[in-house]
């Protein structure tokens, strides 16, 4: 491949952006499948309150439930513990005999302290057994406080969920070709002003060193006010675009990547939503059009879901490979 | 209607950003007259919890009301089961002989711990019910704070009811004609810096195929900077307009849609909110003009909310007919 | 005054895009010294629970606790009705024998209940007795978690503070004279990217039909970066404004109101914020200059609040009223 | 240093727009170290409840802790001695002779109360006593709702915590020089639409008085789009840069000070949040490199931030120092 065609074709319009360093070597993608940067932190980062805080938001929900679970058995047995040391007698209601007894007793004391239940068939007799009782329910409100504040922020993160098309298509377009993918709102929610960025990237060779540049891909059209059907988004590969003139193979031998950056606003939280995707070239298909995933039933417009990834093969236009076979 | 005409004029300034597709046809309207769109959605919709959290949050007070109810209704009767199992022998307080007393017995201690409200003439008195009743005290916190965020979620939803007057009419306007509706903030809230955006939507016929185009239409006034009164919204129907030169039965037979976008700064919640319509046809009136809103008494200006959809039948000027009779 | 040449010199810059209406009349002003709009609204307007919520956070802190008070004695007095209707004889632990001691247990065995603090001292001791507790129980929750949410909507509102200097004043500026008033942050929270926007609006006399009419004021500076000192905000009063060549009696005798919008991300609360205030004609001071508010003391800036409307007498430059008197 | 070349080139240039007064004399930095703006307000400023929930938010967790645990103790002590007050006989299972006893009776059936456990060993047994209870019970739930509210506003707060290197330098930069700092995002969260700007400011002599100007840099790169790695921020010393032509010397006498402001879209919490720092004379570092943070380890690219504060000396080309010496 011309890589030097590239460069001096090219060079102006190269991003620099995007925040991705050009010593990128290798054949790593920048973005994940999931949206994620394929980027490893090590070294001092201070992990904070705030970190914890977000890992709890953005776990899953199993792994969430599993972690209060093991909290509540935790503190429960810390100050079942404190209790067994201030001595059973000082705890109303309690019969154990034995230390499994007198520790599940206190066990249950602290559960229906923190927990605020507070039956009173277990209840405190002394003063040390009443403090340690009282600074508990503290803790068992602030922790609730906790709880509730966490359950909130991981329901109210809005979260765009935009599906993207497995597979990245070269189609007809017009009188020549097109690069496509299509998108649809995976939510419920109703997505406004949507906004779509895409990036081809590639390594070039430079003065004997592989380097990853960055070029925009132009779009037909890069904006939509609503968003409530699915959208192929379309590259025009004409004379202006950096694709023009390349064979599959070209395409698929420069370790190429399509990041995409989609940017909404997510009309129930009422807030600008973000959403990631990047192709690598076992995603492209060459020669294909998509299904359509609008129909109209009884007066509605119907939007199949299940479609989304479905397309098929269809004839290329020869002008490309020719004109590339020229080159 | 010479809907070449119509093509030929106005190719260049057709909307391609509005995320409807052009294959919609019939007389579909495109945004029903809540705001929502006319689309149905079918397939493998990923309902995740994230969709329950918005169902919980948009769906009415009622209907919000029920589900709680039953839930807290199920989830105890689901612990009465358990506590039954383990035996009402270990419950201290429960004195039920039959088994719906018993039920009951272990319904009530089931809900008095949910609760947390624990008054202790039922309590536990093994440790398996009080291991049973310490996970049910956990589960009661859990839920109560995830209503909590609900009810704060429910209420703090900035949501921006601007009210639409019923018709959208053709009125004199400085010495032609305007297409006029008239909207007012239907909330108590201020709302900062709201924009319009009005689209004409209609059927034309392109080699045979019929196809849904939209148009912008251009405004006297797109942005106010504030929204304390009401807004009549004027599309000056001059030589610039796409609806100039055509006469009543051809803006009705052409399966119009009107489509409006209200964009604002909700000044309580601090936050942008959206707000949508659409007029068709039958909601146009010829020949009209709105009663005016605003008075003054006592110094004050004073806004009658009632007169939203009043107007009155006056005579247009004649140009417009005789044009298009012409055309 | 000669409006028609205000008329004819400006007609061009009127603003269109405030959202006052023309047909405002009188003395009134548009915007009340709190920044709220002189806009009383009539009619069936839809109070939901919307509005009561926005009220609820909006009111004073005095005034919300009464209202919480008086919610909680009068849904503890409902209930209180209701056990009494039931019979105190199902109440384990209430000995009131004169109809008041059996509504006081009632109303405190509800009042245990519904706070979910549940003593025990009182308990339901029939099947009616613990359903409707259990019921209240759960009101009890729902309405705890609205009082939360309440509460926190209460302290997280974002309230830009933006403190005016109780006058605006005519200061000797540059080699001519400049309109000029003072803000200052309110708050302790930074605002950011601190825009400002003053409108100078007059009544005209226009065919015989006195209008109100609204000018654009440029200023010298309208946005600043940061905003942690004062800022005095200064109209250049030269021949490009709408303010030149009038004398004090005619800028007065024209029922004048300066309105300002101030626009500002709070850093605290990551929100922008919106702040309005307006003055009118008996707060113009003409010929005078504010007092600095910034001193230097041990290497620290330091911003005197108290001297916020501080101003001192000063001679006016000649030029401006010579230029009106010739007029 | 020739400060009328300054005045005068760059007359133009100079920013108006920063919000700090000219009148700002001496050696005083703008901005601290932590970003907080170098301005002490006095007088009186209205400290309303606003302005206390916003220290509760912003106060270390440590500090935190402590106020909740004293206004735990202090509120029950009140309750206490009410309670005691109206006569330990009326409160069940207090068994209390001396006072100190009676009032830690007290203090504990307040903490049960007041924390809504009840447990029930202690309870009020005369209508006054219940009375009392009753409100104890209604603001400990208020009290509970707050601590939530204070709990999820300490938490959901954004905080974009860009680590700034400790030096700024001067590095080789293409055929010249380069000012150059580095940042990196300190938390786990993704910045999106990362924006900086970075202002020189110095103290100019100006008709014997000493006035400090601030001038915008120019970046070679002011935005990225994302912010996965670390950003090497450049300021090309060219011949277009106000720092072009200075030595070491000059640029350090100058009292100068580099402010920093950092804007960026925080993904999880899907907010605006700003960030500055500023660095001043002695973090200026003459002849010097970064050392590299990426590196590639197994197809993932690796961000070290140990090594973000590190770099090495190198020479610099001898031009800027032959230029200043010409001046």
């Known amino acids: 491949m011309n890589f030097n065609r590239i460069k001096n074709r090219f060079s102006k319009d190269e ?10 070597t290798g054949s790593n993608r920048s973005i994940n499948n999931d949206g994620s940067f394929n980027v490893k932190r090590v070294g001092s980062s201070t992990t904070n309150i705030q970190d914890v805080y977000n890992s709890l938001i953005t ?43 007198q520790f599940l007793d206190c066990f249950f004391f602290s559960a229906q302290t923190l927990s605020t239940v507070g039956y009173g068939h277990l209840s405190p007799s002394n003063y040390w057994m009443s403090g340690v009782a009282a600074f508990e329910c503290l803790l068992g409100l602030l922790g609730f406080a906790l709880a509730t504040g966490l359950l909130y922020g991981r329901f109210s993160r809005p979260g765009a969920k935009v599906l993207f098309s497995k597979n990245i298509i070269i189609a ?27 990036i081809y990237s590639i390594m070039v060779d430079e003065e004997g060193r592989k380097i990853r540049r960055y070029f925009d891909l132009k779009l037909e059209r890069a904006k939509v006010s609503f968003f409530p059907m699915s959208w192929t988004v379309v590259h025009p590969v004409d004379e202006k675009s950096i694709l023009s003139g390349y064979t599959q193979e070209q395409l698929l031998g420069a370790e190429m990547e399509i990041l995409i950056s989609v940017k909404a606003f997510d009309e129930i939280y009422s807030q600008t939503v973000y959403s990631r995707h990047s192709y690598v070239h076992h995603d492209l298909v060459w020669g294909a059009r998509f299904v359509p995933m609008i ?8 939007l199949s879901l299940d479609l989304l990834h479905e397309y098929e093969k269809t004839e290329l236009p020869q002008l490309i490979i020719e004109e590339a076979s020229s080159d």
């Open 59 to 101: 776990m899953s929900w199993g792994k969430f439930g599993i972690i209060v679970l093991l909290w509540f058995i935790l503190i429960n047995s810390f100050f079942a513990i404190i209790y067994l040391m201030l001595g059973t007698e000082y705890l109303n209601g309690a019969h154990g005999r034995e230390v499994l007894e």
């Open 295 to 302: 129909s109209q039933q009884n007066g509605h417009s119907v």
């Open 172 to 198: 007809p377009y017009k009188d020549g070709l097109g690069l496509m993918f299509r998108i649809v709102n995976g939510r419920k929610t109703q997505l406004i002003e949507t906004e779509l960025k895409v």
């Open 15 to 24: 991003l620099h952006d995007l925040g991705f360093s050009e010593k990128l």
